[in-house]
């Protein structure tokens, strides 16, 4: 087991749950059918509705972390065809 598979799986169920349904919205595979359950999923307690709402944050603070903390790419330096290289 990975270190990262023994952490999702200490999560609170409700919290893996929601995770797994931001997960789900975000493959790009997600169906009508699937928003709609999401919604009914969200509905059956109070509790669903705040652990969703805690994933969507979050998944939110993930993505701005790694769009802000990402180094730039290294800019490489051609040298121009025929060039020849310094002893």
Do not use: Y
């Not at 307690?45 to 990402?70: M, N, P, Q, Y």
Request: proline letters at 5%.
């Amino acid at each position: 087991m990975t270190k990262r598979n023994h952490q999702v799986d200490h999560l609170d169920p409700l919290t893996r749950e929601a995770l797994s349904w931001i997960m789900r919205l975000k493959s790009g595979e997600a169906t009508i059918a699937d928003a709609e359950q999401l919604m009914d999923w969200r509905g059956k307690s109070s509790a669903h509705e705040h652990a969703f709402r805690d994933a969507v944050k979050c998944w939110r603070a993930i993505g701005e972390a790694l769009t802000t903390s990402r180094p730039a790419p290294a800019v490489r330096r051609r040298r121009p065809t025929g060039s020849k290289k310094r002893a």
